[in-house]
C-alpha cells in the first residue's frame, strides 16, 4: 500500500506543479498515470511543440516544459506509478481514499486530486480489420521498451511527432526502420522531418508516402503488413513489428464510475473555493474540470492546482492555521534536506 498526503490522478503539467504548491505546505505527493512517463499530452503527443502562454516563456517547448517542472518539484521527492490505470476508488471510514489501478497497486492518501487533463488516454487505432488479432503480438499503439525492437523489422505509421520522433529514434535499435504516412506533408516539427529526410537519403530509413496500412499477415503473430500506395498494386512488406502512432483519445475512463458531478465528459468543482468535486476530499484540476468560465488553459490549470493545495492543507490538518509565505522571502524547503533562498543582505555600518 502507497501512503501520501495527496494522490494525484494525472501527471501532466497540472498535476506536476501541484507537487511544488503541495511542497511549500510540507504535504507530501504521489501521482499515478496510464501513460508510461510523466507530462501528459506535453510528453506524449506534441514534446516538440512551442507554447506561447506560459508565464516568463516567451516560447517553450512542451517537452521542454515538463523536463523544467520535472526539475522544480525534484527537492519534494514525489511518488509515480506510471503506465498504471486509476481504476477505483474506496471512501474509508475515516473520510480518506484508497485508489487502485488496473494493476492492482493500492494507494491510500486521505486527498484525491484529479489532474488527468482530457481524461485517460486510449490509442487511436486504424481502421484494419484483423489488428485486434496482433495486439501484443507484433502490433503496439505506444513504445514503451524500445529494446524489445533491437535487431528486428519495424514499420511506423503516422504523421505527427511521435510517429517521426520514434522513426529517428530506432534507426540506432532496429534492424530496419519503414515510415509510412498517408500524404506526403508531415504535421511534425520542422527538424525532425528534417531529419526524417535525412535519414531516408543516408538509407537508414525507408519512407512509403502517400500509403496506408490496408491489413496485417502472420500465424499467430505480425510477419508482415499489406501496404497500399497512391497509384501502385497492393504489396505485402515483411516485418517483425507494425506500430501505428495516430494519437490517443481522451476519455475519462473509469473515473466516470466514481460517483463525481459530470457535465459533457468534465468534472464540475466548486471554483468559487478550492476546486472541490461533489464528494469532500476528491478535487479535480485542470482540464478534467468545468465550471462557469472555465478556461482549458495550462496557467489555469496551475492556478487552480495553488488553491486546491490550500484546501487541501485544512482538511488534512484541521487544527492547524497555514499562514502564507512568499518564497521570495521564505525561500523553498525541500523534503531532501536541500533549501533555495535569496542571499541575505549584508548589514554594514557606515563611519
Same mark, same amino acid.
Given at each position: ?60 517547448? !512542451? ?12 527537492? /519534494? ?12 476508488? #474506496? ?5 480518506? /481514499? ?10 491510500? !492518501?486521505?486527498?484525491? !486530486?484529479?489532474? +488527468?487533463?482530457? +481524461? ?26 524500445? #529494446? ?21 529514434? =530506432? ?5 530496419? *526502420? ?32 502517400? !500509403? ?10 505480425? #510477419? ?17 513489428? /507494425? ?16 460517483? =463525481?458531478?459530470? #457535465?459533457?465528459?468534465? %468534472? ?13 476530499? %476528491?478535487?479535480?484540476?485542470?482540464? *478534467? ?11 489555469? +490549470? ?43 543582505? *549584508? ?5
Amino acid at each position: 500500500m502507497i501512503k501520501t498526503d495527496i494522490l494525484i490522478i494525472g501527471a501532466g503539467p497540472t498535476g506536476l506543479f501541484t507537487v511544488f504548491e503541495a511542497g511549500l505546505l510540507k504535504l507530501r505527493c504521489h501521482l499515478i498515470d496510464a501513460l508510461p512517463q510523466p507530462g501528459g499530452q506535453c510528453s506524449e503527443i506534441y514534446p516538440k511543440k512551442p507554447i506561447y502562454d506560459i508565464p516568463a516563456y516567451p516560447e517553450i517547448l !512542451a517537452g521542454d516544459l515538463t523536463d523544467k517542472l520535472m526539475e522544480q518539484i525534484k527537492q /519534494f521527492e514525489p511518488g509515480f506509478t506510471l503506465g498504471e490505470r486509476a481504476d477505483t476508488i #474506496e471512501k474509508q471510514e475515516d473520510g480518506s /481514499f484508497i485508489v487502485t489501478t488496473n494493476k492492482g497497486t493500492k494507494h491510500h !492518501a486521505p486527498v484525491v !486530486a484529479i489532474a +488527468g487533463g482530457l +481524461g485517460s488516454f486510449e490509442p487511436r487505432k486504424p481502421p484494419i480489420p484483423n489488428i485486434a488479432d496482433y495486439e501484443d503480438k507484433g502490433v503496439e499503439y505506444m513504445i514503451k521498451e524500445p #529494446e524489445l525492437y533491437r535487431d528486428k523489422d519495424v514499420v511506423i505509421a503516422g504523421g505527427g511527432d511521435s510517429a517521426l520522433d520514434w522513426s529517428i529514434f =530506432l534507426t540506432d535499435v532496429a534492424k530496419s *526502420v519503414t515510415l509510412i504516412h498517408r500524404r506526403n506533408e508531415f504535421r511534425g516539427a520542422l527538424d525532425s522531418v528534417d531529419k526524417v529526410q535525412e535519414l531516408k537519403d543516408a538509407g537508414k530509413i525507408t519512407l512509403i508516402t502517400p !500509403a496506408e496500412v490496408k491489413g496485417i499477415v502472420g500465424d499467430g503473430k505480425v #510477419e508482415g503488413v499489406l501496404v497500399e500506395q497512391k497509384g501502385q498494386e497492393p504489396v505485402t512488406l515483411k516485418t517483425d513489428h /507494425f506500430i501505428p502512432l495516430f494519437g490517443l483519445a481522451p476519455k475519462l475512463g473509469p473515473i466516470a464510475d466514481w460517483g =463525481l458531478e459530470i #457535465e459533457k465528459n468534465a %468534472i464540475k468543482v466548486n471554483n468559487a473555493l478550492d476546486y472541490q468535486t461533489n464528494i469532500p476530499g %476528491i478535487y479535480a484540476i485542470g482540464d *478534467v474540470n468545468t465550471y462557469p468560465g472555465k478556461l482549458k488553459l495550462i496557467l489555469c +490549470g496551475f492556478h487552480e492546482a495553488t488553491l486546491m493545495c490550500q484546501s487541501a492543507y485544512q482538511r488534512i490538518h484541521p487544527d492547524k492555521k497555514y499562514v502564507m509565505k512568499y518564497t521570495t522571502v521564505g525561500g523553498v524547503t525541500g523534503f531532501d534536506g536541500t533549501k533555495k533562498e535569496a542571499p541575505k543582505a *549584508v548589514v554594514k555600518a557606515i563611519n
